[in-house]
Protein backbone atom coordinates (compact mmCIF):
# COMPACT_ATOMS: atom_id res chain seq x y z
CA UNK A 1 0.00 0.00 0.00
CA UNK A 2 1.52 3.35 -0.76
CA UNK A 3 1.23 6.47 1.13
CA UNK A 4 -1.93 7.78 -0.54
CA UNK A 5 -3.97 4.68 -0.17
CA UNK A 6 -2.95 4.23 3.88
CA UNK A 7 -3.87 8.20 3.90
CA UNK A 8 -7.40 7.70 2.11
CA UNK A 9 -8.11 4.65 4.38
CA UNK A 10 -7.28 6.38 7.42
CA UNK A 11 -9.96 9.06 6.45
CA UNK A 12 -12.08 6.49 5.74
CA UNK A 13 -11.60 5.20 9.20
CA UNK A 14 -12.79 8.34 10.79
CA UNK A 15 -15.88 8.78 9.12
CA UNK A 16 -16.78 5.16 9.32
CA UNK A 17 -15.62 4.24 12.79
CA UNK A 18 -18.81 4.29 14.90
CA UNK A 19 -20.47 1.67 12.21
CA UNK A 20 -17.01 -0.33 12.39
CA UNK A 21 -17.83 -0.40 15.94
CA UNK A 22 -21.08 -1.10 15.46
CA UNK A 23 -20.82 -3.84 12.98
CA UNK A 24 -18.11 -5.84 14.97
CA UNK A 25 -19.83 -5.49 18.20
CA UNK A 26 -24.13 -5.30 17.57
CA UNK A 27 -24.04 -7.72 14.41
CA UNK A 28 -21.27 -9.54 13.72
CA UNK A 29 -19.60 -10.39 17.01
CA UNK A 30 -23.90 -10.88 18.36
CA UNK A 31 -24.34 -12.78 15.34
CA UNK A 32 -21.60 -15.22 15.77
CA UNK A 33 -22.15 -15.49 19.73
CA UNK A 34 -25.52 -16.66 18.91
CA UNK A 35 -24.96 -19.40 16.61
CA UNK A 36 -22.48 -20.48 19.51
CA UNK A 37 -25.21 -19.87 21.95
CA UNK A 38 -27.97 -22.33 20.00
CA UNK A 39 -25.30 -25.24 20.48
CA UNK A 40 -25.21 -24.37 24.63
CA UNK A 41 -27.63 -24.98 27.45
CA UNK A 42 -26.97 -21.27 28.19
CA UNK A 43 -29.34 -19.77 30.88
CA UNK A 44 -28.07 -16.52 32.04
CA UNK A 45 -26.91 -18.10 35.56
CA UNK A 46 -24.24 -20.90 34.88
CA UNK A 47 -21.74 -20.96 32.11
CA UNK A 48 -23.25 -22.85 29.09
CA UNK A 49 -22.02 -26.22 28.37
CA UNK A 50 -21.86 -27.46 24.65
CA UNK A 51 -24.76 -29.50 24.04
CA UNK A 52 -24.52 -29.78 20.54
CA UNK A 53 -27.59 -30.21 17.99
CA UNK A 54 -29.93 -30.80 20.92
CA UNK A 55 -31.67 -27.42 20.57
CA UNK A 56 -32.40 -28.02 17.19
CA UNK A 57 -33.71 -31.64 17.35
CA UNK A 58 -35.71 -30.69 20.07
CA UNK A 59 -37.87 -28.16 18.31
CA UNK A 60 -39.10 -30.75 16.22
CA UNK A 61 -41.40 -32.59 19.20
CA UNK A 62 -41.84 -28.74 20.62
CA UNK A 63 -45.52 -28.73 20.39
CA UNK A 64 -45.27 -24.39 20.63
CA UNK A 65 -42.82 -24.48 18.54
CA UNK A 66 -44.53 -26.01 15.64
CA UNK A 67 -47.57 -23.87 16.63
CA UNK A 68 -45.49 -20.87 16.56
CA UNK A 69 -44.52 -21.85 12.92
CA UNK A 70 -48.05 -22.66 11.84
CA UNK A 71 -49.42 -19.64 13.63
CA UNK A 72 -46.60 -17.49 12.11
CA UNK A 73 -46.58 -18.93 8.19
CA UNK A 74 -50.45 -18.42 8.25
CA UNK A 75 -50.19 -14.44 9.55
CA UNK A 76 -47.41 -13.69 6.40
CA UNK A 77 -48.52 -15.73 3.61
CA UNK A 78 -52.43 -14.77 4.32
CA UNK A 79 -51.37 -11.36 5.15
CA UNK A 80 -48.98 -10.11 3.00
CA UNK A 81 -50.78 -10.66 -0.24
CA UNK A 82 -54.10 -9.38 1.23
CA UNK A 83 -52.03 -6.28 2.15
CA UNK A 84 -50.40 -5.62 -1.31
CA UNK A 85 -53.45 -6.54 -3.39
CA UNK A 86 -55.54 -3.96 -1.77
CA UNK A 87 -52.79 -1.99 -1.70
CA UNK A 88 -52.22 -2.21 -5.12
CA UNK A 89 -55.86 -2.02 -5.89
CA UNK A 90 -55.80 1.50 -4.46
CA UNK A 91 -53.39 2.73 -5.86
CA UNK A 92 -54.56 1.83 -9.59
CA UNK A 93 -57.87 3.10 -8.08
CA UNK A 94 -56.43 6.50 -7.14
CA UNK A 95 -53.84 6.49 -10.01
CA UNK A 96 -56.36 8.43 -12.72
CA UNK A 97 -59.47 10.82 -12.15
CA UNK A 98 -59.47 11.63 -9.04
CA UNK A 99 -59.61 15.12 -7.38
CA UNK A 100 -57.30 15.54 -4.05
CA UNK A 101 -55.22 12.87 -4.58
CA UNK A 102 -52.73 14.25 -1.99
CA UNK A 103 -55.57 14.45 0.53
CA UNK A 104 -56.20 10.40 -0.46
CA UNK A 105 -52.94 9.61 -0.18
CA UNK A 106 -52.14 10.97 3.13
CA UNK A 107 -55.52 9.37 4.92
CA UNK A 108 -54.47 6.11 3.60
CA UNK A 109 -50.90 6.33 4.71
CA UNK A 110 -52.52 7.33 8.68
CA UNK A 111 -53.09 3.00 9.79
CA UNK A 112 -49.27 2.53 8.52
CA UNK A 113 -47.88 5.48 10.91
CA UNK A 114 -50.10 4.74 13.56
CA UNK A 115 -50.63 0.52 13.45
CA UNK A 116 -47.40 -0.65 14.46
CA UNK A 117 -47.93 1.09 18.04
CA UNK A 118 -49.30 0.06 21.71
CA UNK A 119 -52.11 2.04 21.45
CA UNK A 120 -53.47 0.68 18.26
CA UNK A 121 -52.98 -3.33 19.65
CA UNK A 122 -55.39 -2.41 22.39
CA UNK A 123 -57.79 -0.61 20.08
CA UNK A 124 -57.95 -3.72 18.16
CA UNK A 125 -57.95 -5.74 21.52
CA UNK A 126 -61.36 -3.88 22.46
CA UNK A 127 -63.12 -3.86 18.87
CA UNK A 128 -63.05 -7.68 18.52
CA UNK A 129 -63.41 -8.19 22.27
CA UNK A 130 -66.43 -9.62 23.72
CA UNK A 131 -67.91 -6.00 24.73
CA UNK A 132 -66.36 -4.54 21.24
CA UNK A 133 -68.12 -2.57 18.40
CA UNK A 134 -67.47 -5.31 15.61
CA UNK A 135 -69.98 -7.55 17.50
CA UNK A 136 -72.15 -4.12 17.76
CA UNK A 137 -71.87 -3.58 13.97
CA UNK A 138 -72.84 -7.35 13.34
CA UNK A 139 -75.66 -7.63 15.36
CA UNK A 140 -77.23 -5.36 12.85
CA UNK A 141 -77.09 -8.34 10.75
CA UNK A 142 -78.18 -10.76 13.53
CA UNK A 143 -75.02 -12.29 14.60
CA UNK A 144 -74.68 -13.70 17.70
CA UNK A 145 -71.57 -11.75 19.72
CA UNK A 146 -68.40 -13.04 21.00
CA UNK A 147 -64.84 -12.13 21.41
CA UNK A 148 -63.09 -12.69 17.93
CA UNK A 149 -59.95 -12.19 20.00
CA UNK A 150 -60.57 -15.00 22.79
CA UNK A 151 -62.06 -17.57 20.13
CA UNK A 152 -59.16 -19.47 18.71
CA UNK A 153 -60.63 -20.21 15.14
CA UNK A 154 -60.88 -16.61 14.51
CA UNK A 155 -57.97 -14.57 16.45
CA UNK A 156 -55.25 -14.91 14.25
CA UNK A 157 -57.94 -13.14 11.66
CA UNK A 158 -57.84 -10.11 13.97
CA UNK A 159 -54.13 -9.86 13.26
CA UNK A 160 -54.32 -10.55 9.51
CA UNK A 161 -57.14 -7.20 9.80
CA UNK A 162 -54.62 -5.11 11.65
CA UNK A 163 -51.94 -5.73 9.08
CA UNK A 164 -53.88 -5.81 6.22
CA UNK A 165 -55.02 -2.16 7.22
CA UNK A 166 -51.73 -0.78 7.05
CA UNK A 167 -51.51 -0.89 3.58
CA UNK A 168 -50.31 2.39 2.99
CA UNK A 169 -46.76 2.60 2.81
CA UNK A 170 -46.07 -0.21 0.03
CA UNK A 171 -49.26 1.79 -1.62
CA UNK A 172 -47.74 4.59 -1.69
CA UNK A 173 -44.69 2.90 -3.34
CA UNK A 174 -46.83 1.47 -6.25
CA UNK A 175 -48.34 4.83 -6.81
CA UNK A 176 -45.01 6.41 -7.28
CA UNK A 177 -44.34 3.46 -9.73
CA UNK A 178 -47.30 4.32 -11.97
CA UNK A 179 -46.63 7.44 -12.30
CA UNK A 180 -43.40 6.52 -13.92
CA UNK A 181 -44.89 4.75 -16.56
CA UNK A 182 -44.31 6.41 -20.16
CA UNK A 183 -47.90 7.78 -20.68
CA UNK A 184 -46.44 7.36 -24.73
CA UNK A 185 -46.50 3.10 -24.03
CA UNK A 186 -50.80 3.84 -23.48
CA UNK A 187 -51.05 6.05 -26.47
CA UNK A 188 -48.81 3.33 -28.80
CA UNK A 189 -51.25 1.06 -27.28
CA UNK A 190 -54.60 2.73 -28.00
CA UNK A 191 -53.30 3.19 -31.46
CA UNK A 192 -53.08 -0.68 -31.42
CA UNK A 193 -56.62 -0.81 -30.51
CA UNK A 194 -55.78 -2.52 -27.31
CA UNK A 195 -58.44 -1.66 -24.22
CA UNK A 196 -58.02 -1.43 -20.88
CA UNK A 197 -57.59 -4.86 -19.94
CA UNK A 198 -55.10 -5.32 -22.02
CA UNK A 199 -53.23 -1.94 -21.30
CA UNK A 200 -53.04 -3.44 -17.97
CA UNK A 201 -51.89 -6.51 -18.63
CA UNK A 202 -49.53 -5.67 -20.90
CA UNK A 203 -48.09 -2.28 -19.70
CA UNK A 204 -49.06 -1.62 -16.39
CA UNK A 205 -48.65 -4.97 -14.53
CA UNK A 206 -45.07 -5.62 -16.32
CA UNK A 207 -44.19 -2.17 -15.95
CA UNK A 208 -44.85 -2.81 -11.94
CA UNK A 209 -43.07 -6.23 -10.98
CA UNK A 210 -40.18 -4.66 -9.56
CA UNK A 211 -42.08 -3.21 -7.32
CA UNK A 212 -43.93 -5.67 -6.32
CA UNK A 213 -41.35 -7.64 -6.13
CA UNK A 214 -39.49 -5.00 -3.57
CA UNK A 215 -43.01 -5.04 -1.60
CA UNK A 216 -43.04 -8.40 -1.54
CA UNK A 217 -39.22 -8.73 0.13
CA UNK A 218 -40.18 -5.80 2.55
CA UNK A 219 -43.45 -7.13 3.81
CA UNK A 220 -43.01 -10.74 4.16
CA UNK A 221 -39.63 -10.14 6.04
CA UNK A 222 -41.19 -7.37 7.99
CA UNK A 223 -43.94 -9.90 8.98
CA UNK A 224 -42.12 -12.41 10.34
CA UNK A 225 -40.97 -10.06 12.58
CA UNK A 226 -44.14 -8.66 13.55
CA UNK A 227 -44.39 -8.91 17.62
CA UNK A 228 -46.38 -6.02 19.34
CA UNK A 229 -50.04 -6.43 17.79
CA UNK A 230 -49.49 -10.28 18.95
CA UNK A 231 -48.06 -9.58 22.53
CA UNK A 232 -50.66 -6.80 22.89
CA UNK A 233 -54.02 -9.02 21.82
CA UNK A 234 -52.64 -12.49 23.20
CA UNK A 235 -51.39 -10.16 26.68
CA UNK A 236 -48.39 -11.56 26.60
CA UNK A 237 -49.01 -14.95 25.92
CA UNK A 238 -49.69 -16.81 22.79
CA UNK A 239 -53.89 -16.11 23.13
CA UNK A 240 -56.41 -18.68 23.00
CA UNK A 241 -54.14 -22.28 23.16
CA UNK A 242 -51.58 -20.51 21.28
CA UNK A 243 -53.67 -19.41 18.24
CA UNK A 244 -51.83 -16.20 18.10
CA UNK A 245 -48.31 -17.20 18.94
CA UNK A 246 -46.42 -15.49 16.81
CA UNK A 247 -42.61 -16.56 16.24
CA UNK A 248 -40.79 -13.79 17.77
CA UNK A 249 -43.48 -14.11 20.87
CA UNK A 250 -42.14 -17.63 21.27
CA UNK A 251 -38.38 -16.63 21.09
CA UNK A 252 -39.08 -13.85 23.64
CA UNK A 253 -40.86 -16.16 26.30
CA UNK A 254 -38.20 -18.64 25.72
CA UNK A 255 -35.35 -15.99 26.03
CA UNK A 256 -36.76 -13.26 28.56
CA UNK A 257 -39.32 -15.40 30.51
CA UNK A 258 -37.95 -18.73 31.24
CA UNK A 259 -34.45 -17.33 30.15
CA UNK A 260 -33.64 -20.47 27.74
CA UNK A 261 -30.95 -18.55 25.99
CA UNK A 262 -29.74 -21.50 24.29
CA UNK A 263 -32.91 -22.59 22.94
CA UNK A 264 -33.92 -18.74 21.92
CA UNK A 265 -30.93 -18.32 20.11
CA UNK A 266 -31.26 -21.56 17.93
CA UNK A 267 -34.86 -20.25 17.36
CA UNK A 268 -33.47 -17.29 16.56
CA UNK A 269 -31.12 -18.99 13.52
CA UNK A 270 -34.04 -20.71 12.70
CA UNK A 271 -36.16 -17.59 11.65
CA UNK A 272 -32.93 -16.19 10.40
CA UNK A 273 -32.59 -19.25 7.76
CA UNK A 274 -36.68 -18.93 7.03
CA UNK A 275 -36.32 -15.82 5.88
CA UNK A 276 -32.75 -16.06 4.12
CA UNK A 277 -34.65 -18.62 2.31
CA UNK A 278 -37.99 -16.55 1.46
CA UNK A 279 -36.14 -13.88 0.19
CA UNK A 280 -33.73 -16.53 -1.70
CA UNK A 281 -36.57 -18.13 -3.35
CA UNK A 282 -38.00 -15.36 -3.86
CA UNK A 283 -35.07 -13.63 -5.67
CA UNK A 284 -34.84 -17.06 -7.72
CA UNK A 285 -38.63 -16.30 -8.92
CA UNK A 286 -37.79 -13.13 -9.74
CA UNK A 287 -36.01 -14.08 -13.07
CA UNK A 288 -39.13 -15.70 -14.42
CA UNK A 289 -41.59 -12.87 -13.66
CA UNK A 290 -40.02 -8.91 -12.81
CA UNK A 291 -39.20 -7.29 -15.96
CA UNK A 292 -36.25 -4.67 -15.50
CA UNK A 293 -36.17 -2.24 -17.78
CA UNK A 294 -32.98 -3.27 -20.40
CA UNK B 1 -65.94 16.67 -26.81
CA UNK B 2 -68.34 18.10 -24.39
CA UNK B 3 -70.31 14.89 -23.62
CA UNK B 4 -66.76 12.84 -23.25
CA UNK B 5 -65.83 15.54 -20.55
CA UNK B 6 -69.32 15.48 -18.79
CA UNK B 7 -68.88 11.69 -18.60
CA UNK B 8 -65.21 11.95 -17.36
CA UNK B 9 -66.03 14.52 -14.70
CA UNK B 10 -69.08 12.16 -13.54
CA UNK B 11 -66.52 9.29 -12.98
CA UNK B 12 -64.29 11.85 -11.26
CA UNK B 13 -67.54 12.33 -8.78
CA UNK B 14 -68.47 8.65 -8.26
CA UNK B 15 -64.30 7.80 -7.78
CA UNK B 16 -64.08 10.92 -5.18
CA UNK B 17 -67.27 9.84 -3.51
CA UNK B 18 -65.80 5.96 -3.04
CA UNK B 19 -62.72 7.45 -1.83
CA UNK B 20 -64.24 9.77 0.66
CA UNK B 21 -66.41 6.55 2.00
CA UNK B 22 -63.06 4.15 1.82
CA UNK B 23 -61.46 7.26 3.72
CA UNK B 24 -64.21 7.31 6.56
CA UNK B 25 -64.18 3.52 7.06
CA UNK B 26 -60.19 3.32 7.37
CA UNK B 27 -60.25 5.82 9.69
CA UNK B 28 -63.50 4.99 11.93
CA UNK B 29 -61.72 2.91 14.31
CA UNK B 30 -59.10 5.62 15.31
CA UNK B 31 -61.87 8.08 15.14
CA UNK B 32 -64.25 6.05 17.27
CA UNK B 33 -61.07 5.70 19.59
CA UNK B 34 -61.42 9.48 19.77
CA UNK B 35 -64.75 9.61 20.38
CA UNK B 36 -65.21 7.09 23.44
CA UNK B 37 -61.71 8.71 25.28
CA UNK B 38 -64.18 11.70 25.86
CA UNK B 39 -67.33 9.54 26.73
CA UNK B 40 -68.48 8.27 30.19
CA UNK B 41 -66.71 4.85 30.98
CA UNK B 42 -70.17 3.15 31.22
CA UNK B 43 -70.99 4.40 27.64
CA UNK B 44 -67.87 3.48 25.82
CA UNK B 45 -69.03 -0.52 25.23
CA UNK B 46 -71.67 -0.73 22.30
CA UNK B 47 -71.94 2.49 21.06
CA UNK B 48 -70.78 3.03 17.74
CA UNK B 49 -71.64 6.76 17.33
CA UNK B 50 -68.49 9.29 16.71
CA UNK B 51 -69.45 11.96 18.50
CA UNK B 52 -70.18 11.39 22.81
CA UNK B 53 -73.79 12.26 23.59
CA UNK B 54 -72.43 12.81 27.22
CA UNK B 55 -69.13 14.81 26.97
CA UNK B 56 -66.37 14.14 29.65
CA UNK B 57 -62.84 14.80 30.55
CA UNK B 58 -62.54 12.52 33.38
CA UNK B 59 -60.54 9.83 31.57
CA UNK B 60 -57.86 11.72 30.24
CA UNK B 61 -57.83 13.68 34.55
CA UNK B 62 -58.44 9.43 35.12
CA UNK B 63 -55.67 8.29 33.00
CA UNK B 64 -53.23 10.98 33.46
CA UNK B 65 -52.79 10.57 37.55
CA UNK B 66 -51.20 6.97 35.94
CA UNK B 67 -50.48 4.45 38.48
CA UNK B 68 -48.11 3.41 41.38
CA UNK B 69 -47.94 7.80 41.81
CA UNK B 70 -46.12 8.36 38.49
CA UNK B 71 -47.78 10.14 36.24
CA UNK B 72 -48.21 9.78 32.07
CA UNK B 73 -45.93 13.16 32.52
CA UNK B 74 -43.19 11.16 33.42
CA UNK B 75 -43.30 8.36 30.92
CA UNK B 76 -44.00 11.14 28.16
CA UNK B 77 -40.78 13.00 29.25
CA UNK B 78 -38.86 9.53 28.84
CA UNK B 79 -39.74 8.46 25.75
CA UNK B 80 -39.14 12.17 24.15
CA UNK B 81 -35.77 11.49 26.03
CA UNK B 82 -35.10 8.38 24.09
CA UNK B 83 -36.44 9.79 20.53
CA UNK B 84 -34.34 12.78 20.98
CA UNK B 85 -30.71 10.94 21.55
CA UNK B 86 -31.91 7.94 19.25
CA UNK B 87 -32.24 10.68 16.73
CA UNK B 88 -28.92 13.24 17.63
CA UNK B 89 -27.29 9.27 16.98
CA UNK B 90 -28.57 8.71 13.82
CA UNK B 91 -28.04 12.00 12.52
CA UNK B 92 -24.36 12.02 13.31
CA UNK B 93 -23.01 8.71 12.66
CA UNK B 94 -25.21 7.62 9.79
CA UNK B 95 -24.31 10.72 8.07
CA UNK B 96 -20.71 10.18 8.36
CA UNK B 97 -20.86 6.67 7.34
CA UNK B 98 -22.88 7.95 4.54
CA UNK B 99 -20.28 10.18 3.39
CA UNK B 100 -17.34 7.68 3.54
CA UNK B 101 -19.44 5.30 1.30
CA UNK B 102 -20.63 8.32 -0.82
CA UNK B 103 -17.15 10.06 -1.52
CA UNK B 104 -14.04 8.42 -0.44
CA UNK B 105 -11.78 6.10 -1.39
CA UNK B 106 -11.13 3.34 0.58
CA UNK B 107 -9.88 -0.53 0.35
CA UNK B 108 -13.34 -3.04 0.18
CA UNK B 109 -15.51 -0.22 -0.39
CA UNK B 110 -17.76 -2.15 -2.14
CA UNK B 111 -17.25 -5.14 0.03
CA UNK B 112 -18.40 -2.96 3.31
CA UNK B 113 -20.80 -1.32 1.31
CA UNK B 114 -22.42 -4.55 0.24
CA UNK B 115 -22.10 -6.23 4.21
CA UNK B 116 -24.34 -2.81 4.54
CA UNK B 117 -26.87 -2.97 2.68
CA UNK B 118 -27.17 -7.36 3.48
CA UNK B 119 -27.44 -6.18 7.43
CA UNK B 120 -30.67 -4.88 5.88
CA UNK B 121 -32.72 -7.95 5.59
CA UNK B 122 -31.21 -9.69 8.50
CA UNK B 123 -33.61 -10.14 11.28
CA UNK B 124 -32.74 -8.57 14.57
CA UNK B 125 -33.97 -11.23 16.82
CA UNK B 126 -30.29 -13.09 15.35
CA UNK B 127 -28.23 -10.68 17.55
CA UNK B 128 -30.71 -9.74 19.89
CA UNK B 129 -29.72 -12.45 22.87
CA UNK B 130 -25.62 -11.65 22.88
CA UNK B 131 -26.42 -7.94 22.68
CA UNK B 132 -28.92 -8.34 25.84
CA UNK B 133 -26.37 -10.30 27.51
CA UNK B 134 -23.81 -7.52 26.72
CA UNK B 135 -25.83 -5.13 28.32
CA UNK B 136 -26.59 -6.69 31.00
CA UNK B 137 -22.81 -7.30 32.00
CA UNK B 138 -22.28 -3.65 31.46
CA UNK B 139 -25.38 -2.89 33.87
CA UNK B 140 -27.38 -0.73 31.16
CA UNK B 141 -30.79 -3.08 32.43
CA UNK B 142 -32.94 -0.58 33.27
CA UNK B 143 -31.26 2.41 31.69
CA UNK B 144 -31.95 3.87 28.12
CA UNK B 145 -28.49 2.86 26.64
CA UNK B 146 -29.17 -0.27 24.98
CA UNK B 147 -32.08 1.99 22.95
CA UNK B 148 -29.62 4.91 22.54
CA UNK B 149 -26.10 3.66 22.35
CA UNK B 150 -26.54 1.52 19.32
CA UNK B 151 -27.57 4.64 17.09
CA UNK B 152 -24.42 6.27 18.15
CA UNK B 153 -22.64 3.23 15.95
CA UNK B 154 -24.82 3.25 13.03
CA UNK B 155 -26.49 0.51 13.64
CA UNK B 156 -30.07 2.10 11.41
CA UNK B 157 -28.38 0.83 8.26
CA UNK B 158 -31.72 1.93 6.68
CA UNK B 159 -30.39 5.75 6.99
CA UNK B 160 -26.81 5.16 5.83
CA UNK B 161 -28.24 4.33 2.43
CA UNK B 162 -30.89 6.75 2.33
CA UNK B 163 -27.92 9.32 2.96
CA UNK B 164 -25.55 7.35 0.71
CA UNK B 165 -28.21 7.72 -2.23
CA UNK B 166 -28.79 11.23 -1.78
CA UNK B 167 -24.81 12.32 -1.49
CA UNK B 168 -24.43 10.26 -4.51
CA UNK B 169 -26.83 12.97 -6.24
CA UNK B 170 -25.31 15.95 -5.33
CA UNK B 171 -22.87 16.97 -7.99
CA UNK B 172 -19.01 16.48 -7.36
CA UNK B 173 -17.98 19.68 -8.31
CA UNK B 174 -18.72 21.14 -5.15
CA UNK B 175 -16.69 18.85 -3.37
CA UNK B 176 -13.60 19.33 -5.84
CA UNK B 177 -14.28 23.47 -5.71
CA UNK B 178 -13.86 23.37 -1.39
CA UNK B 179 -10.68 20.73 -2.17
CA UNK B 180 -8.88 23.89 -4.47
CA UNK B 181 -9.89 25.93 -1.64
CA UNK B 182 -8.21 24.12 0.71
CA UNK B 183 -10.72 22.27 2.47
CA UNK B 184 -10.16 18.60 4.07
CA UNK B 185 -12.20 15.79 3.86
CA UNK B 186 -14.15 16.97 7.66
CA UNK B 187 -14.74 20.60 6.56
CA UNK B 188 -16.28 19.08 2.93
CA UNK B 189 -18.42 17.19 5.05
CA UNK B 190 -19.39 19.55 7.45
CA UNK B 191 -19.81 22.81 5.50
CA UNK B 192 -21.05 21.33 1.82
CA UNK B 193 -22.25 18.10 2.07
CA UNK B 194 -24.07 18.17 5.66
CA UNK B 195 -26.48 21.76 4.70
CA UNK B 196 -27.45 20.32 1.43
CA UNK B 197 -28.56 16.92 3.09
CA UNK B 198 -31.47 19.01 4.84
CA UNK B 199 -34.15 16.54 3.17
CA UNK B 200 -32.78 13.42 4.30
CA UNK B 201 -31.66 14.77 7.90
CA UNK B 202 -35.47 15.51 7.98
CA UNK B 203 -36.80 12.15 6.73
CA UNK B 204 -34.38 10.14 9.03
CA UNK B 205 -35.57 12.30 12.18
CA UNK B 206 -39.31 11.32 11.45
CA UNK B 207 -38.66 8.22 10.71
CA UNK B 208 -36.55 7.65 13.81
CA UNK B 209 -39.07 9.36 15.96
CA UNK B 210 -41.87 7.14 14.79
CA UNK B 211 -39.78 4.11 14.68
CA UNK B 212 -38.66 4.76 18.22
CA UNK B 213 -42.05 6.14 19.48
CA UNK B 214 -43.94 2.70 18.25
CA UNK B 215 -41.23 0.83 19.33
CA UNK B 216 -42.02 -1.92 22.23
CA UNK B 217 -39.89 -4.95 21.78
CA UNK B 218 -36.63 -3.31 22.71
CA UNK B 219 -38.08 -1.52 25.62
CA UNK B 220 -40.07 -4.54 26.54
CA UNK B 221 -36.58 -6.26 26.91
CA UNK B 222 -34.81 -3.91 28.71
CA UNK B 223 -37.04 -1.18 30.80
CA UNK B 224 -39.12 -3.01 33.40
CA UNK B 225 -38.62 0.13 36.52
CA UNK B 226 -41.81 1.68 36.87
CA UNK B 227 -40.06 5.48 36.69
CA UNK B 228 -38.25 4.55 33.61
CA UNK B 229 -41.28 3.19 31.37
CA UNK B 230 -42.26 4.66 28.02
CA UNK B 231 -45.61 5.78 26.84
CA UNK B 232 -45.68 2.16 25.37
CA UNK B 233 -44.93 0.25 28.14
CA UNK B 234 -47.07 2.33 30.60
CA UNK B 235 -50.04 1.87 28.37
CA UNK B 236 -48.84 -2.23 28.22
CA UNK B 237 -48.42 -1.98 32.34
CA UNK B 238 -51.71 0.30 32.61
CA UNK B 239 -53.40 -2.20 30.72
CA UNK B 240 -52.83 -4.93 32.68
CA UNK B 241 -53.50 -3.24 36.04
CA UNK B 242 -56.36 -1.76 35.35
CA UNK B 243 -57.82 -4.21 32.69
CA UNK B 244 -61.56 -3.64 31.25
CA UNK B 245 -62.80 -1.19 34.21
CA UNK B 246 -60.76 1.82 33.21
CA UNK B 247 -60.92 1.68 28.90
CA UNK B 248 -61.68 4.68 28.72
CA UNK B 249 -58.61 6.14 31.08
CA UNK B 250 -56.84 3.61 28.35
CA UNK B 251 -57.97 4.75 25.31
CA UNK B 252 -57.61 8.58 26.39
CA UNK B 253 -53.82 7.79 27.33
CA UNK B 254 -53.65 5.34 24.02
CA UNK B 255 -54.91 8.97 21.97
CA UNK B 256 -52.68 11.03 23.73
CA UNK B 257 -49.76 8.78 22.91
CA UNK B 258 -50.93 8.87 19.50
CA UNK B 259 -50.80 12.56 18.82
CA UNK B 260 -46.71 13.33 18.88
CA UNK B 261 -46.55 11.00 15.63
CA UNK B 262 -49.50 12.46 14.17
CA UNK B 263 -48.67 15.82 14.59
CA UNK B 264 -45.41 15.25 13.03
CA UNK B 265 -46.88 12.95 10.28
CA UNK B 266 -49.12 16.15 9.27
CA UNK B 267 -45.57 18.55 9.51
CA UNK B 268 -43.97 16.49 7.10
CA UNK B 269 -46.07 14.17 5.60
CA UNK B 270 -44.86 15.61 1.89
CA UNK B 271 -41.22 14.56 3.34
CA UNK B 272 -42.73 11.18 4.56
CA UNK B 273 -44.39 10.21 1.35
CA UNK B 274 -41.32 11.24 -1.22
CA UNK B 275 -38.98 9.25 1.27
CA UNK B 276 -41.27 5.86 0.83
CA UNK B 277 -41.82 7.01 -2.51
CA UNK B 278 -38.07 7.21 -3.29
CA UNK B 279 -36.36 4.74 -0.90
CA UNK B 280 -39.09 1.99 -0.07
CA UNK B 281 -39.14 2.97 3.71
CA UNK B 282 -41.13 0.31 5.28
CA UNK B 283 -44.18 0.99 7.79
Given at each position: MNRQTIRNNGTALLFLGPWFIGLIVLSLGPMAASLYLSFTDYNMLQAPNGIGFENYVRMESDPRFLKALEVTFTYVLLGVPLQLLTAFSLALFLN????GLALFRAIFYIPSILGPSVAVAILWRQMFGLEGIFNELLSVFGVMPKSWVADPSTSLYTLITLLVWQFGSPMIIFLAGLKQIPETLYEAAAIDGAGPFRKFWNITLPSLTPIIFFNLVMQIINAFQAFTPAYIVGGGQGGAIDSTLFYTLYLYIKAF???KMGYASALAWVLLVICGVFTWLLFLSSRKWVHYES | MSRVYAANKGVTAIKTAIAVIASVAMLYPLLWMLASSFKPQHLIFQDLSLWPDVFTLENYVNGWNGFTNITFGTFFKNSFVVVLFCIIGNLLTCSMAAYAFARLPFTGRNFWFALMFASLLLPHHVVLIPQYILFDSLE?????MPLIVPKFLASDAFFIFLMVQFIRGLPLELDQAAKVDGCNHIQIYGRIIVPLLLPAIVTTSIFTLIWTWNDFFSQLIYISDPRKLTVALALRAFMDT????AMGSLFAMSILSLIPIFVFFLVFQRWLIEGIATYGVKG
Open positions: RGLKTEF | WINTYMGQS
